[in-house]
């Protein structure tokens, strides 16, 4: 079934222990894109990717990182988590910024 | 910067209409969409606007005026599944290509 996976669909997870959130799509669509999504504040996009091989800063950025090796794959990575990192956090796809089709999420709790 | 601003809550009765609101300050504005997301669930795409008027799909339409930044999503002969959050979500055309600048969402509750 063509869509979006993202892995694990939940965490929990030590302060300042390193993590990374997957996600594969088999759309073949060209963009990217991870948002947290927290009570309140709605959707906010951390990084986005074009293309592969190119990635981009969103709105809240800080203490995240991503790579985008192929078409298929753009995983998030924590690099010392922190308790405010505590989201839902979602990846989501499009092809030439049409519609934006979402992962089922990752719940991670920072303790 | 963006600004979009939406109700944080509605409640409707079972069969009747409703009409979500959005309002909206942006550059480079590229169109609108609106999402549903149940609650613990992914947001998935409902509707997109992009001129001017009137969208309808089925239950669902959406409304778009460019001129007065304004959107609204109206849903018809409510039933209960259509308790859920309603996102809209700007699409703006930046340096870095396409995004989508979301609100906050409207929670929807569907009564008897």
């Known amino acids: 079934i063509a869509g979006i996976t993202q892995a694990p669909t939940s965490q929990i997870l030590a302060a300042g222990r390193r993590m990374t959130l997957r996600c594969t799509q088999d759309?073949?669509?060209?963009?990217m894109y991870w948002y947290r999504q927290d009570l309140g504040l709605g959707l906010r996009l951390i990084h986005y990717?074009?293309?592969?091989?190119?990635?981009g800063k969103g709105e809240v950025p800080d203490g995240y990182s991503v790579s985008r090796a192929n078409t298929d794959d753009f995983p998030l990575t924590l690099a010392s988590a922190v308790p405010s990192q505590t989201s839902v956090y979602f990846c989501?796809?499009?092809?030439?910024?049409?519609?934006?089709?979402f992962g089922a999420g990752t719940r991670l709790s920072v303790l | 910067g963006q600004n979009i601003d939406q109700p944080t809550e509605m409640t409707a009765t079972e069969g009747a209409i409703v009409q979500i609101n959005c309002t909206y300050q942006?550059?480079?504005?590229?169109?609108l969409f609106w999402y549903q997301q149940h609650a613990g669930e992914a947001p998935t795409f409902l509707s997109y606007n992009v001129l001017d008027g009137l969208e309808e799909k089925g239950r669902f339409s959406s409304f778009l005026s460019r001129s007065k930044g304004y959107s609204y999503l109206l849903l018809k002969e409510l039933q209960m599944k259509d308790s859920a959050s309603y996102l809209c979500a700007v699409s703006r055309i930046t340096g870095g290509g396409n995004k989508l600048t979301f609100g906050t969402g409207t929670q929807l509750k569907v009564e008897l």
């Open positions: 942006t550059s480079g504005f590229n169109g």
């Open positions: 990717s074009n293309t592969a091989g190119t990635t």
């Open positions: 759309m073949r669509h060209n963009a």
């Open positions: 989501a796809s499009t092809s030439n910024g049409g519609i934006q089709y």
